[in-house]
């Protein structure tokens, strides 16, 4: 049977792996350098600012989603990021994956946030689908840029 | 003289101003539904979650940035996403933009960000032309997906 919860402590191993999975499955496994203590003080610590769900079938935990809250200025609202959904290949079909953004849709609307927004790889077909069908719109005209690493310390120390 | 600080509670107006501006510019006035009650709360809220900058020129507001963070599952680092940069039309090209950029950056290298990230329309030329001359990188691959209103709702209470 399939069932949504909350995170606990005891999930911590188990994410990261799942982390990791999705990494793999984004072609992008080089760049996964979190530990088990960063995760553990993201969604645990004392200024933890991020959220998990963990989808289980019969127990098992099969799937997972990790969110924080960002804000729209247009709004003046949070509005709920969906930063990781993953579900194992093998447990896909079942209605895990709908199940977690549900449960994080609900999240949105307790907390009175205006948006629900996730970000998907162009060549991610079968994710693009899926999220079509539940009446998601993608947001085309905006690029995301990033600074990270050398660039970012240039840029801070930039006379 | 240019300036760059952090926002205070008298800076509201203005800031709610600014966001209103940018928004004309990107063609999407009507989609401003903010209050200065919001904005109020999310800077300086007792669970506020975003920062503002404001950058002066002899003491005179002429921009602004508003920030919070994101969290990288793949780096284990929270992330600094600058939501909004505006700087009057009629004071630009005296490096008010490039100066919240890098105090920004600074912030983010201080607070052990990993990265440093934002969104663009792709048809802001003069805005990604600034981007990429400060050594961002666009991350083209990734599509924004977003549910709200009524298809939040729906979601949130599909069986």
Redesign the interface.
């Known amino acids: 049977m399939l069932n949504i919860r909350p995170a606990t402590t005891d999930d911590v191993t188990k994410i990261l792996w799942f ?1 990791r999975q999705l ?1 793999i499955y984004e072609k ?1 496994e080089h ?5 088990e203590d ?2 553990h003080s ?1 969604l645990f610590g004392h200024d933890a ?2 959220g998990s769900l963990i989808a289980e079938v019969d127990g098992e935990a099969v799937g997972f989603a ?1 969110y ?11 509005g709920l ?1 969906l ?2 959904l993953f579900v194992m290949p093998e447990s896909r079909g079942q209605g895990a994956g ?1 199940a977690l ?2 449960a994080l ?2 999240i ?2 307790d907390r009175g ?11 991610n077909t079968p994710a ?1 689908d899926f ?1 079509q069908s ?15 690493g050398e ?6 120390k ?1 006379d």
């Open positions: 982390i990494a992008a760049e996964v350098h979190a530990s960063q995760i993201a600012h991020c990790l924080f809250f960002n804000f729209s200025t247009w709004l003046g609202k949070p990021y930063e990781d709908k953004l549900k849709a609900k949105a609307v946030c205006g948006r629900f927004e996730w970000s998907v790889l162009d060549w693009i999220y539940l009446g998601a719109e993608p947001q085309s005209e905006w690029i995301i840029y990033r600074t990270h660039a970012l310390n240039r840029l801070a930039t």
